[in-house]
């Protein structure tokens, strides 16, 4: 018991680590440790405020809408998402924005994944240990990059808004950078609260994010004058389709790695929906990996100077 508790709680560290370390790697003059661990420990801290305000909005205010379609709508843009992302934003506006140590364009998305992923382990840690093994592959792979992928898209903005001298610019900038973390955000719950085969779509979701991180990214290192960054080619119907493709095939293979997880584990929801059906796990493995591979050759770009 003991063991397998230190068990899921390394698991539902090991994405928050690794993401942490993927971001900080792209930042070439690199932030204090001690600043950084300040910032996480922010984004753990608001964890505790968020979580009671949820619960006060969903006991007093959910019951006043009756409709159910409405009910999922606020419950995920504005119960969920605006209170979340909103708590990130506080961190990163109060405790960093006008910190020296913000002196890139990049610190706006590195700051704010930091807050994000500091949200996102101690939330993980719960899930995790109620839910187990599985519960933990799948946060990894979806929830926890989720979180700091919102993160990114706010601090994209911040970057921008940190070196905007025009006020006004500045403010539209942060505005924008909020709204569009809130929606991902909501997008992303209103999927998976729809218990729907809508929820499938979360998975291209977390991808086509990714993607689009990946851009801004390379963005803010070109502004921070970053040796040898590359900017993606423009896009047109061609890449459009490719990407599209690549999405649909990525989403296949993470599909069968979750089957595979259910059926490893001996999840009763797995045996019960391929009962009459042949399985093979290592075909079924190979699948998976062919799909990833496909979907990497279709969305991958090479990139202009």
Known sequence: MYL???????????PVVFLLWYFDHLDKKKEKRSFLFKIFLWGVFVTFIVGGVEVLLNTYLLDIFYLPIIKLIIVAFVFTALVEEALKYWVVKRKVYQHPA???YYDGI???????????????????IEGGI???????????????????????????????????????????????????????????????GFAIF???????????????IAHLRKLDNIEGVRLPKTWNWKRYTKVILGLILFTIGVLTLFTLILIATGDPMAQASISGLEFNMLG??????????????????????
């Open 4 to 14: 397998g508790t230190i068990t899921l709680i390394i698991l539902s560290l090991a």
């Open 102 to 104: 913000f002196n890139e």
């Open 110 to 128: 590195i700051y704010a994944v930091v807050a994000s992923l500091g949200f996102a382990a101690l939330e993980n840690l719960f899930y995790v």
């Open 134 to 196: 599985y519960v933990a592959v799948i946060r990894a792979v979806l929830a926890v990059p989720a979180h700091a992928l919102f993160g990114a898209f706010m601090g994209y903005y911040i970057g921008l808004a940190r070196f905007e001298k025009n006020k006004e610019k500045e403010k539209k900038l942060l505005f924008r950078g909020l709204l569009l973390a809130v929606f991902f955000h909501g997008l992303y719950d209103i999927l998976l609260m729809s218990e729907t």
């Open 202 to 216: 979360v998975i291209p979701l977390v991808l086509a994010m990714y993607l689009n991180v990946r851009e801004k």
């Open 284 to 305: 079924s493995s190979i699948f998976a990996g062919i799909m990833w591979l496909l979907s990497f050759l279709l969305i991958h770009e090479k990139r202009t100077n």
